[in-house]
């Protein structure tokens, strides 16, 4: 048996997930995880949940002092969190 098509595995993933429009939600996973590194472990242990709704980003923190520091460089925030994610996926973050 011969092979006809021989494909690399990263192409191939590619494929599927265009074919099944799994490129946002890819996204979302990529903004979700970048929120560590972009902010650092304080920020993160501080962090009670997030989840995107409606293209925004809404973000409980245990923390009032991280709140309000986040809510001055909030418009800062929104274009590293999409470059991060490779997708523009949100254009609000909403802090609890």
């Not at 799994?22 to 949940?49: N, Q």
């Not at 709704?53 to 923390?63: C, D, E």
């Not at 909030?74 to 490779?86: D, F, H, S």
Request: aromatic share 6%; net charge positive; no cysteine.
């Amino acid at each position: 048996m011969k092979r006809k098509e021989i494909q690399k595995i990263d192409s191939l993933l590619q494929k599927f997930v265009k074919a099944n429009n799994l490129e946002r939600g890819l996204a979302e996973y990529r903004l979700m995880k970048s929120w560590k590194d972009l902010l650092g472990i304080t920020v993160a242990k501080k962090t009670k949940s997030m989840r995107i709704r409606n293209r925004k980003l809404f973000i409980t923190l245990h923390s009032s002092v991280v709140r309000n520091e986040l809510e001055m460089i909030k418009e800062t925030l929104i274009p590293r969190l999409n470059e991060a994610a490779g997708f523009d996926v949100i254009d609000d973050i909403v802090l609890k």
